[in-house]
C-alpha cells in the first residue's frame, strides 16, 4: 500500500469510528430518559457521569470487533452500551474521598462533588445494575447474550477490574516490580477492555483461535492504554487531559514512568500496540481493531 | 385442620426452611473459596460481609417459591446464592459513612470498620458483579436464566434497591407521608424480595396470573418485613437483633412507628401478612410461602 493509500485508509477507519462514537452518545442518552419509578437526583447524577463527553473507547472496540465478524451494528448497541456504563460506574467510584479522592473529571467536578457523595455511590450502583438489565432486555440469541453477561460480570468482579482497583488502592507508597504493576493493570483497565472485545466475538460464536487473538490484542493495547495514561499524567495538558498533571505522582502512585522512565515506558507502549497489531492480522476484517490500537497511542487526552 | 396438625405442620415447614438455610450458606462459603486472580483482603472483606450468620430470608423465599413451582431446589441454587449476594452488597454499601454510618451489623464491626472504606465499597462492587456472573454460569435453559437477571438487575437498579435508598437518604429529616414511605420501602427493600420468589417462576414459566399472586406475596411481605424492621428498632433488644436500638430515630428517619405509632404498624403488618398469604393460596403449594410470611412478622431479629 502506498503512503497516500495508507492515510486516506487511516483516515476513512478514523471516520468510522467517529460514527461509533456519536452511534453509543445517542443510545445511552435515550436510555436514561425515562425510567418512571427513579428518584430523579439519583438518574441526574447517573447522567452527569455517563453522558460526559468521553473517548468511548470500550464501545469502539466493541463495534469494531462486530465488524471484524461481521455483525450488525445493532446486535452489539446493548453491549456497546453496558461496557460503557460499566466504565462510567468505576470511574464514579474510583474518584471518591475514600478511594483516590479525585476533584476533576474530564475537566468537570467528579460526581460526588458536582452532588454528594451518598449519591455517587448510589449512582455507581445503580449504573452497574443498569448494565447487566440492558444485557439481558431481550432473550433473541439467549445462550449468546448469557455468556456476554458472564465476560462482562467476570470483567467487573473479583478477579477483574474490582481486584485491580483493590490491588491499586494497595500500592500506594509501595514498591511494585514491572510484573506486579501490569498484573495490577490487567486486572484494573485490561479485564473491561478485553470484555468489550470478547463480547462480540461471543455474539458471533467464534472459534478459539479467534477468541485468542482478540485476548491477546485486548490485553496488549489494555495496557498500551494505561501506559499512555501514565505518560499523559507526566507530560499531559491538563487543558486537553482534562485531569490535574501529576495526579498520580500526587498520590504516590506507582507508574510505568516511575518505574521504567518516559522513555522506556514509551518505547513498551509501541511494543504493545505492535503486538496487538499482529495478533489480529490473522482475523477476517480487522481494519478498525488495527486503527483503535493506532489511535490510543497517538491520543492526547 | 385441627390446632395440633397445624402446630405440627407449622414446625415441619420451619425445619424444611432451616434445611434451605444450610443448602445456601454451604453454597456461598463454597462460591468464596477459590478465585485465584483476585487479591485477598477483597475476598476476605467480601467473604466477611456475606458468611456473616444471617436470616438468608431472600435465599429461603428463592426456595420456597421453587418448592411452590415443583422445581428441583439444584435449578434455583445460583437465584438464591445470587440474591443473597445482592443483599449483602447492598448492606456494605448501606452502612458506609457516606450513607447510615453504622459501625454495627449482625453483631459485628461492619465492613469498612473490620476492614477501611475503599475496601468495603469495593467488596460491594465486585459482589454485585459476582451475583449477575453466577446466574449467567450455565446456559442451561438460556432464556429462562436471561429473564432471571433481567429481574435480578431491574431490582438492583434506579427504579428498585438504589433508588430506594437514594429516596431514604433524602428522607433524612423529612417528613413523609405513609404513602411516600411505603414506596420507598417497595423499592428500597421490597424490589429485591420481589425478585427473590419471582426468579423461580421465571424459571418454572408460570402463567401471569401466578406471577400477579406472587408479586402481590412478595409486596406484602417486604412491607411487612420492614415494618418489623422499625418495630424492633424501637422495641427490639441489642444483643438479639444486633443493631443498636433507636438507630432509625438517632438518624431521623421516618418510620413505621414513628409516622403512625408502634400499635398501628403492628397492626398493618399483621394485614398485610394476611393479604400475602391470600395471595398465594390460589398456587399450587404454597405451604412454605406461607409459613415465611409467618415467620417474618414473629422474629425477634
Excluded: W
Aim: proline residues 4%; glycine residues 6%.
Amino acid at each position: 500500500m502506498s503512503a497516500a493509500v495508507q492515510i486516506e485508509s487511516r483516515r476513512e477507519s478514523h471516520a468510522r469510528l467517529l460514527t461509533f462514537r456519536d452511534r453509543v452518545n445517542e443510545l445511552l442518552s435515550k436510555q436514561l430518559t425515562d425510567l418512571p419509578a427513579a428518584p430523579e437526583r439519583l438518574l441526574e447524577a447517573m447522567r452527569y457521569a455517563l453522558l460526559t463527553p468521553g473517548k468511548r473507547i470500550r464501545p469502539l472496540l466493541t463495534y469494531a470487533s462486530a465488524e471484524c465478524f461481521g455483525l450488525a451494528l445493532e446486535a452489539v448497541d446493548d453491549a456497546a452500551m453496558a461496557v460503557e456504563i460499566i466504565h462510567a460506574y468505576s470511574l464514579i467510584h474510583d474518584d471518591l474521598p475514600a478511594m483516590d479522592d479525585d476533584d476533576l473529571r474530564r475537566g468537570r467536578p467528579t460526581c460526588h462533588k458536582a452532588f454528594d457523595e451518598a449519591t455517587a455511590i448510589l449512582a455507581g450502583d445503580a449504573l452497574q445494575a443498569f448494565a447487566f438489565e440492558l444485557l439481558a432486555q431481550t432473550d433473541s440469541s439467549a445462550s449468546q447474550r448469557l455468556r456476554m453477561i458472564k465476560i462482562l460480570a467476570q470483567a467487573c468482579g473479583p478477579a477483574g477490574m474490582a481486584g485491580g482497583q483493590a490491588i491499586d488502592l494497595a500500592a500506594v507508597g509501595q514498591d511494585l516490580s514491572l510484573q506486579q504493576l501490569m498484573h495490577m493493570h490487567r486486572l484494573k483497565t485490561g479485564a473491561l477492555i478485553r470484555a468489550a472485545v470478547l463480547m462480540p466475538a461471543s455474539l458471533a460464536g467464534v472459534d478459539d483461535a479467534n477468541l485468542e487473538a482478540l485476548t491477546t490484542y485486548g490485553d496488549r493495547i489494555g495496557l498500551a492504554f494505561q501506559i499512555r495514561d501514565d505518560i499523559l499524567d507526566v507530560t499531559g495538558d491538563p487543558e486537553v487531559t482534562g485531569k490535574k498533571s501529576g495526579a498520580d505522582q500526587a498520590l504516590e502512585k506507582p507508574t510505568f514512568p516511575s518505574l521504567i522512565g518516559v522513555d522506556s515506558s514509551n518505547r513498551m507502549m509501541h511494543e504493545l500496540i505492535e503486538e496487538s497489531v499482529s495478533a489480529v492480522e490473522c482475523l477476517n476484517d480487522p481494519t478498525l481493531l488495527v486503527a483503535l490500537a493506532r489511535y490510543i497511542v497517538s491520543r492526547d487526552s
